[in-house]
């Protein structure tokens, strides 16, 4: 039978054991006023000092913990706490924390599954649940692209036999808002998630808790949009295409041919006049941008 | 000791860690500084500003690599993607040797963030010397190991931390990062003299030191990096200097960050004991 106690760490299943209830123990959510939940083997895992019980010793790293990915899913996901507003944010994101810890060595991935979690989450009120899964994507999408690998660049020396490919660093999306309009005129994004070895944020029960500032609430209209999130010189910033735009760029995706593409495109010819003009604006545009790219040989 | 084999021989002097407040100044000022210490779990990535500053600061300065996410302590296997990544960074970089941290954070492939204390047992001891040798060996470049500062101690454990990290970096044969303020932190929390620990570490194996600000609240001091260090910090690496000898220095100030020259300017203090230690420790 296993034993209950940690008093003796003598091989590496013991180490494991200790280690286990320790993270089960500072992983509980945290309660009212970010207090640690009483854990009786707390007793049994850490011994007191002269200042603090062993309940007390836990519940700096149990905050530590609480306050770090939450203020990671704070800054990535700022547009879905303004739309949700923080009491129901706050609540979302600790059931997410807790069905999903993060099983990356970085905070950067510790969101990967939150579109989808909001979508199916009953605690998101249902009028703003596509909402709220929409501006997640693009902001998922916003850390995607802002560390993506660059592209190979096509060249003058790139032949017609060249396999297209969209640029890594751009997403495409089909949405029902315009969720990114929550994030114009805020400076373009950048993953703010710098590790440092040993930081903390404020954990300590006598210091005020450092909650992340209240933004305005911002409502957003239905509206049919087709959205690029994508790099440019270092820079995260959106675009917004046409219905054809987006097909088009949809279609190379797919096929890693602009030859392919065109032919399979079906255009609203009756918005596009001078299509070949219009087709050759769209390549320059895309270009410039470096949205276009050569495969890279594997 | 200066120029050891567990900093590749090298004597790299006063270092800053590179943080984002500042890269527009570093980049765009290019100041005289010894060496840069970059937390390279921020740097693998496959793409994007962050590998493109770096590549703009490696053209000028040189990098040492600092992790928080191998955690010696875990005894489960490291990420293999994780190490994949890291020795390319190690290439990218050519750093003379990579440091993290004496703890644990992940437990059945779940990741706490943070670098958790160690039951000092020799069972622990043995775990983490084991996993040591194997990133060491792997990443072929020579691994130090930094002592933590730590807010809990367990039950189980049977010797102080300065034996485990004895323990530790003898079965590993790695060198040691000497953290001299998480051992004034630590020796604050747990009530033991930080001149002893400093004394009783094999100083023959320090590589590298660190020096940085806490925050002391009623009950117990939290390892911030938010502010200078305090005087009696500084009195501990002074100390430190003279037993291990003239050793690469780097100042941690990763909260409230100042403008880079205040940072360096703070950085630069350790050079009045630096400069006037023989090379060989006394």
């Known amino acids: 039978m296993q034993s209950k106690t940690f008093d003796k760490i003598d091989s590496v299943a013991d180490l494991k054991r200790l280690q286990r209830a320790f993270a089960d123990v500072i992983r509980r959510p945290l309660q009212l006023d970010d207090a640690m939940a009483a854990d009786r083997r707390s007793d049994a895992i850490v011994v007191p000092n002269e200042t603090l019980s062993p309940h007390q ?3 700096l790293y149990a905050q530590q913990y609480w306050w770090r990915i939450r203020d990671s899913l704070y800054e990535d996901f700022s547009g879905v706490r303004n739309i949700l507003g923080d009491t129901c944010f706050i609540k979302v994101a600790n059931a997410y924390l807790v069905k999903y810890p993060s099983r990356s060595f970085t905070l950067r991935n510790l969101g990967d599954r939150f579109p989808r979690f909001l979508r199916g989450s009953r605690d998101v009120p249902s ?7 929409e ?10 692209v802002f560390d993506a690998v660059s592209g190979q660049p096509l060249t003058a020396t790139s032949s017609a036999r060249t396999k297209i490919v969209l640029s890594p660093a751009l997403r495409l999306r089909s949405l029902r808002y315009p969720a990114h309009s929550v994030f114009v005129g805020q400076k373009s994004a950048g993953s703010d998630h710098e590790q440092t070895s040993n930081m903390l944020a404020n954990n300590n029960a006598d210091v005020t ?4 500032k209240r933004l305005k609430r911002f409502s957003v209209r239905k509206r049919s949009t087709y959205l690029a999130t994508h790099r440019y010189r270092g820079q995260v910033y959106f675009k917004e295409l046409t219905k054809d735009e987006f097909n088009l760029l949809r279609l190379i995706e797919k096929s890693n041919s602009i030859t392919t593409a065109l032919r399979k495109w079906r255009p609203s010819k009756a918005k596009i006049s001078n299509l070949e003009v219009t087709v050759a604006a769209m390549f320059q545009e895309w270009g410039s941008l ?7 040989s594997s | 000791m200066p120029a050891n084999r567990f900093n590749n021989f ?14 527009q100044h570093i980049l765009s000022q290019k100041p005289t500084v010894d060496w840069f210490e970059i937390i390279s779990e921020n740097f693998l990535v496959d793409g994007g500003r962050p590998r493109e500053v770096l590549d703009q600061i490696l053209e000028q300065y040189q990098v040492v690599m600092h992790g928080v996410s191998l955690y010696f302590g875990s005894p489960e296997k490291p990420n293999r993607e994780h190490l994949k990544r890291l020795k390319a960074l190690v290439k990218l970089t050519k750093t003379p040797w990579i440091g993290d941290h004496l703890c644990w954070g992940s437990v059945d492939g779940t990741y706490t963030h943070d670098l958790l204390p160690l039951p000092y047992t020799s069972a622990t001891a043995k775990a983490a010397a084991d996993k040591i040798k194997f990133i060491q060996e792997y990443l072929e470049v020579p691994v130090v190991v930094e002592n933590l500062s730590s807010y809990a101690e367990f039950k189980a454990s049977t010797m102080t931390e300065w034996e485990f990290l004895n323990e530790v970096v003898e079965a590993a044969d790695c060198g040691i990062l000497l953290d001299v303020n998480n051992i004034f932190v630590s020796s604050q929390n747990h009530g033991f003299d930080p001149y002893h620990y400093i004394n009783s570490v094999p100083h ?3 590589a590298q030191m660190h020096i940085a600000g806490h925050s002391k609240f009623d009950r117990f001091v ?5 502010s200078r260090p305090i005087d009696a910090v500084w009195k501990l690496y002074a100390h430190a200097i003279k037993c291990v000898g003239r050793t690469a220095t780097l100042l941690e100030w990763d909260a409230k960050v100042p403008a880079f020259e205040e940072v360096k300017a703070e950085a630069d203090k350790s050079r009045q004991w630096l400069d006037s230690v023989p090379d060989k420790a006394s």
Do not use: M, N
Request: proline share 4%; net charge positive; charged share 30%.
């Open chain 1, 57 to 59: 010793r836990l519940e």
């Open chain 1, 127 to 133: 009028s703003l649940r596509q909402l709220a899964f």
């Open chain 1, 135 to 144: 501006t997640a994507t693009v902001e998922w999408d916003k850390i995607e």
């Open chain 1, 209 to 212: 808790v450092s909650k992340p």
């Open chain 1, 290 to 296: 470096g949205w276009l790219c050569a495969k890279r």
């Open chain 2, 10 to 23: 090298t004597d790299l002097g006063v270092g800053i860690g590179l943080r984002v407040p500042h890269y």
């Open chain 2, 204 to 206: 023959h194996r320090v």
């Open chain 2, 222 to 226: 939290i390892d911030t990096h938010d």
